[in-house]
């Protein structure tokens, strides 16, 4: 069993709905929780990170932990075509010798439809 | 400010050719790594670089080397390439914040899509 679960999709919604992705994890020693956007032929972005359990908003977008049941979530309200891309979960740890690293999800495509 | 510059963006190789992939970063970033993306697959780490002068394998290192002479920059290269080699590549960098746990925000480079015939 993969260190991280994601459902890779596709998935395809219509404009203006709510949008949720989700990734479960195993390994207890992850400490921040990330979620990176990767448009088409590009390089996976940043959008925002996360260290406890809760949720933390940024415009449109919700990130929500729940390290107790080892599973986070994206939400997306009032989706638009511009979100139409793969959203990667990432999870970082200490890797040991001042090393860091992260775990990725495989991702889930996402269109949003006009 | 550029961030995290990739080049070449596109490659088509023989089988046993070989090649560099160099990534150069301007954030004075401590880490950086090269990746590897593949369909159903998701990004898998071949080495990474904790400073200048230091490299370690990651998940997938067969087949690759790596050098960081400079703390700018990090090579990937390719000795003998194989089709199984046939990929995106991705280099990114980040920093640590002491005493602030395992952030590791990474930043990506926009990749080098490398074709093995």
């Known amino acids: 069993q993969k260190e991280v679960e994601q459902d890779p999709g596709p998935l395809s919604v219509p404009e203006g709905a709510i949008v949720s992705l989700n990734c479960t994890y195993s390994?207890?020693?992850?400490?921040?929780f990330m979620w990176y956007r990767q448009y088409s032929r590009k390089g996976p972005e940043l959008l925002m990170y996360?260290?406890?359990?809760g949720n933390k908003e940024d415009g449109r977008f919700t990130a929500q932990v729940d390290k107790s049941s080892k599973y986070i979530s994206l939400f997306i309200r009032d989706s638009q075509p511009s979100d139409s891309a793969t959203y990667l979960c990432?999870?970082?740890?200490?890797?040991?010798?001042?090393?860091?690293?992260?775990?990725f999800g495989k991702g889930t495509k996402l269109s949003v439809i006009p | 400010n550029a961030g995290v510059t990739q080049t070449p963006k596109f490659r088509v190789l023989k089988t046993g050719q070989s090649m560099t992939l160099l990534c150069a970063q301007d954030?004075?970033?401590?880490?950086m790594y090269w990746y590897r993306q593949d369909p159903g697959m998701g990004l898998r780490l071949i080495h990474y670089?904790?400073?200048?002068?230091?490299?370690a394998k990651g998940e997938v290192p067969d087949g690759y080397n790596v050098s960081r002479l400079k703390k700018q920059n990090f090579l990937l290269g390719l000795e003998s390439a194989a089709p199984s080699q046939t990929s995106v590549y991705f280099c990114?960098?980040?920093?640590?914040?002491?005493?602030?746990?395992?952030?590791?925000?990474?930043?990506f480079g926009a990749g080098t899509r490398l074709s093995v015939l």
């Open positions: 990114a960098s980040s920093y640590t914040a002491s005493g602030k746990g395992a952030k590791n925000i990474q930043y």
């Open positions: 390994n207890s020693a992850f400490q921040y």
């Open positions: 996360t260290y406890s359990s």
């Open positions: 990432a999870m970082s740890f200490y890797s040991g010798a001042g090393s860091y690293q992260l775990t």
């Open positions: 954030m004075n970033h401590e880490y």
């Open positions: 670089s904790v400073g200048e002068g230091t490299t």
